[in-house]
């Protein structure tokens, strides 16, 4: 009997775990299939982790994985994704804003003949603020014209997935991690399940304006060179400018009239400097950014306890 892995980030969730737990529970009898829980409790500070170890000792297939801080989601799912063993595996929020029952239209449709992934895809942002839709929107317009990955609007990171691709995830070692991406980036065959968006349950969003916004930028800066690009021809702009000003400024020195004396050479010097500077480090960056955070080979997350 095949086994699917359930993998599910837990920051602060300690109101809507038991109802969680109570509807995947409900798929499992429905699926017919095993199932293993690792709940990867990233940080918190309520009362989650004593609600997972309550539910570890009560129900044998409940793992679960405590970091020793709040590493972000992004760590607790390849803690969970590494942990895992399934033929199967898939990622889903405990706040039920991705609803489990999907799991019987994406176990059906993952049955199919070279399909290697189903995810999840919300057909609207209905309950979300607006000045946050609309920057979601702009946001997978953007980084679709600056990347050659493509990141599809209103996909979750919500998915079932099978072993081979799970694998190829893991073998992507990189410390910044952006899902969404990767998940595109490994290939592999990949259907889609449509459902409404669903408000959260329980409790708070984690996810605010500004923890979006880096999130958004960690994104363009993973999978696009655009922003070294862009500050390489501008940098490329401003010597042509300079020269074209170092022309007019002589021209203007010789034939027109007399400046206060230094200044026509103090502001070519500065504009041909300034200009360079952004040339030179648009072309350092392009070595640069591809190092900068892997070198350190720091763990992306550190595990205080598990069971």
């Not at 493509?150 to 997935?161: E, K, S």
Request: glycine share 6%; proline share 3%; with cysteine.
């Amino acid at each position: 009997m095949p086994l699917l892995s359930l993998i599910v980030p837990c920051f602060n969730e300690e109101e809507g775990l038991p109802e969680f737990f109570k509807r995947t529970e409900k798929i499992h009898a429905q699926l017919g299939i095993d199932f293993e829980y690792y709940f990867v409790n990233d940080g918190s500070t309520d009362q989650t982790l004593n609600i997972l170890r309550q539910m570890a000792a009560e129900n044998e297939d409940v793992h679960y994985l405590s970091l020793s801080r709040n590493f972000g989601k992004e760590a607790a799912m390849l803690a969970g994704l590494e942990a895992s063993s399934g033929d199967f595996v898939t990622i889903l929020d405990a706040d039920l804003q991705d609803p489990p029952e999907l799991l019987l239209e994406m176990f059906e449709k993952i049955q199919a003949e070279d399909v290697d992934c189903v995810a999840a895809k919300r057909t609207d942002r209905s309950g979300e603020p607006v000045i946050i839709s609309l920057f979601s929107r702009l946001f997978y317009k953007l980084i679709n014209k600056v990347t050659q990955t493509p990141i599809i609007d209103g996909v979750r990171d919500f998915r079932l997935m099978t072993r081979q691709m799970t694998d190829a995830i893991l073998s992507l070692t990189e410390t910044n991690r952006f899902s969404k991406g990767l998940f595109t980036w490994v290939g592999f065959q990949t259907e889609y399940v449509e459902f409404a968006n669903e408000k959260r349950t329980t409790g708070e969003s984690k996810w605010n304006f500004s923890s979006k916004v880096r999130y958004a930028i960690d994104g363009i800066v993973n999978f696009s060179e655009a922003p070294l690009d862009f500050v390489t021809y501008s940098g490329l702009s401003m010597v042509v400018m300079t020269l074209l000003a170092i022309i007019i400024l002589i021209i203007r020195q010789l034939f027109f009239h007399r400046s206060v004396s230094g200044w026509t050479s103090m502001v070519v010097i500065m504009l041909f400097c300034f200009g360079f500077t952004l040339l030179t480090l648009g072309v350092i960056g392009k070595y640069i950014s591809t190092l900068f955070l892997e070198v350190k080979k720091r763990p992306i997350y550190i595990i205080k306890e598990k069971k």
